[in-house]
Structures are given as C-alpha cells and as structure tokens.
C-alpha cells in the first residue's frame, strides 16, 4: 500500500525539492523521516526510487506551516538528506530553499497576497534565524497570483525568473555559539592525518565563521589549488578531498559543533584573489562536493568574512567603499552579490545582509509513499539525524 502525501515541487534559488506543509507530514519525528528518506529515495546514490536529483543540492526537502509567534507570518524548517546516506538533518539552514517558501504557502493558501508585492516575516526553525521576504503577487484575471516570471537573474540558473528578495534581520551565530566560533578571526590548524590516509601532517591559515551557515575558510594556494578548478576537478581529487575533510573534522571540534562526521557542516571553502571583477573568488565544498555556485547563507557568510581584518579571506578581497555594500561572491557558474550594511559605528561588524533569488514552482501533486515507512518512531530511528 502506498500513500498520497500533498507536496508542491519546486526550484529555490539554485536548489530544488519538494515543500510540505508540516500537517501533511507524520508529527512523529522519526517517522517524518523515514517518510522523507522514502520521497527522496534515500539512501542511493542515484535516488532512482525517489525524488531526489541524485546531488545534495537536489536532496532538499521544506516544512512550512503557520507562524506560531506574534510577528511570524511563517516557519520553515528545512531538511538536507544525502543522496547515498539514510540521513535527514535539520540542524542548518538553507537560504536557497528559503526563498521558495513565501510562494510555496502563497499557492498552498497559508497566506494571502497583500498587494502587487507580498512581504512576509519568515522564522526558519533551524536555526532561529529570522528574515523579511518579497515575491511579486500581480493582479490577474483568476487574481492575485505569484509569478514566476521576469527580468531576474541568478547565476546558476539558466532562465531569468521574478526577483525574490531575502532580508536577514539576524545570522551570526546560526548553528555555532556566535559569529566567530573560536574567539579569532584567524587560527593556524595542524591537520593529522587520519590512520590509512595517504597525505603528510601539514598546517593551515583557516577563518571560523558562521554568519548564517558555519564556514571554513582558506586559501585555495594553501592546499596546492589556483581556486579557478571547475567543481568536477575538485570532486575528482581524492586526496584534496581526504585533505579537506581532515580539515573539516578537526575544524568542527575547534568550532564547539563535537563530531561533524555525520553532518553537512561546516563547509569547507577555498578562496582566492577575484577573477572576474568581484570582491573575492571562491569553491565551497558542501561539504564533501564542490557547490556548482554557492549557497546562499555561505555566501553571506563568506562576504562578512572578506570585511572582517585579518581573516584569511579579508587580504585576498576587494571589498567596495561604504558602510552599504554590494559584495560580489565569485563561484563556478559566476557569482552571487550579497548587500552587506555595516555598523556604522564598528567597521568590522554587519549588521545586515540582503540579496535576490529566484524561484519557480515546478510541479504540484502527491508523492506516494509505502504506508510502512509511516509506522510511528523506533527499530531505526537511531539513524536518523
Ligand atoms: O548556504 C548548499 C544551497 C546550499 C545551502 C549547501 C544554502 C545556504 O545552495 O544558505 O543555500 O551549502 O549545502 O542550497
């Protein structure tokens, strides 16, 4: 026996998953899970009984339902499964996901348009982080409806779509204890290999940054790269890779998150000097393939670390003038802008980051899922993160 689960399909910014309303899902946690797993079609590398696109950033999923607190119009809670793992992880966030969730409970009902554009309050349960949404609601003959067409574009994405405006009101410190989780903005880290790894002990220059989503960040020379290679390059060296997750493992117990083996952060990120008339250039692994682009809360966490001195990205980076700025993040398939507002009074210190994305809604229905993985939690739910 299967069962039809209400789901909207849908692209937010350069990722793609389908959205549920919260009511639609078991309540059980581990049940959700096993259900998300079972709508994805994890764990398989290539997702072939599932949705999944085979990819992290195709292994996305977004909870929505009603504000719970005065002042929230909507929540989000946004799962990461891996295409070839039975993990489904809740603990970070997603901004490209998060710019499908205002058109996504527009169409589902759970909100009403309020004008030629819609704004609305959006808590993301992940982590907290609270922000402003924009999606244009044009007046149509059915209507006020959202579109999905117009003049935007995002890099990463081929066709040009309605711009969707995010405006984060507070990120430092999402998933780690604050913006610079270390208490530097700098630390030098000798990474051991682990036993059976093939590569020499080496130390490193990283800055340990979570404005938003937790980064590492270093020089892309460091680790013998230009920072130019095409992501397929990068996810073809295994010993770069075995290198970066050394990096990765040792950097999260710096970083206070314990054993980051089994989650999806913090993000491992080479920057180097910009190419292509940008702040700064960049391949963020996320965090054991190399982003097609970068994410949208990595980018804003890699602009806040290009402002901040003596942070290994602030030598490489040519950061505009003023205490508003438009910082370029250049990426594989080009680059993503992130409006940065700083404190006036303090340089060093954002206090605000907004941007654009796109989204579409790509396909409504049901997904079907087998009535066992709706069984309430237990037998595996140990697995389950
Ligand atoms: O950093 C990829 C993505 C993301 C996350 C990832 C994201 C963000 O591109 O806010 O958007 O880092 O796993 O969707």
């Known amino acids: 026996m299967q069962k039809p689960v209400p789901a909207l399909f849908m692209r937010g910014g350069t990722s793609r998953g389908p959205f549920f ?74 901004g490209n996901m998060l710019a499908a969730v205002v058109p996504f409970a527009l169409e589902r009902g759970v909100i009403q348009a309020q004008g030629d554009q819609t704004t609305v309050r959006v808590l993301t349960r992940n982590t907290g982080m609270l922000c402003d949404i924009t999606v244009q609601t044009p007046l149509t003959p059915a209507g006020r409806q959202v579109s999905y067409e117009g003049e935007a574009r995002i890099d990463g994405v081929p066709n040009t779509s309605a711009p969707i405006t995010i ?31 093939s590569f020499q002990p080496f130390d490193i220059d990283v800055t340990c940054i979570d404005n938003g989503m937790p980064l590492v960040l270093f020089r892309a020379r460091d680790l013998g790269c230009t920072g130019q ?16 997750e050394a990096l990765r493992l040792q950097t999260g117990e710096l970083m206070g998150l314990g054993d980051v083996s089994g989650r999806n952060y913090p993000k491992m990120t080479l920057v180097s000097a910009p190419q292509a ?35 290994v990205s602030n030598a490489l980076a040519q950061l505009p003038d003023g205490a508003r700025k438009a910082v370029s993040i250049e990426h594989p398939s080009g680059e993503f ?30 997904v079907m899922v087998p009535e066992s993985a709706w069984q309430a939690a237990g037998v595996d739910g140990e697995h389950v993160r």
């Open 21 to 94: 309303l919260e009511s639609d899902l078991p309540a059980d946690t581990a049940a959700r899970d096993r259900v998300l797993l079972a709508v994805m079609g994890s764990p398989d590398r290539r997702q072939i009984d599932g949705l999944g696109g085979a990819h992290p950033l195709t292994s996305k999923v977004g909870i929505v339902r009603t504000g719970t607190t005065p002042g929230v119009d909507l929540e989000f809670l946004f799962a990461q499964l891996q295409p070839d793992r039975d993990t489904v992880d809740t603990t970070a966030n997603c």
């Open 167 to 197: 405006n984060f009101l507070d990120t430092a410190g999402s998933v780690c204890s604050g913006l610079l989780p270390t208490g530097r903005v700098l630390d030098r880290v000798r990474v051991e290999p682990p036993a059976g790894a």
């Open 229 to 244: 290679e095409k992501p397929a390059e990068l996810n073809a060296d295994t010993d770069l890779k075995a290198r970066i």
């Open 277 to 311: 008339g940008g702040a700064i250039n960049t391949r963020c692994f996320i965090p054991h393939v190399c982003h097609e682009a970068i994410g949208v809360l990595a980018a804003v966490t890699v602009g806040t670390a290009c402002v901040l001195e003596g942070s």
């Open 337 to 366: 802008t992130v409006e940065l507002e700083l404190d006036p009074h303090d340089a060093q210190k954002v206090v605000r980051a907004a941007l654009l994305r796109t989204a579409r809604l790509i396909m409504r229905g049901e």
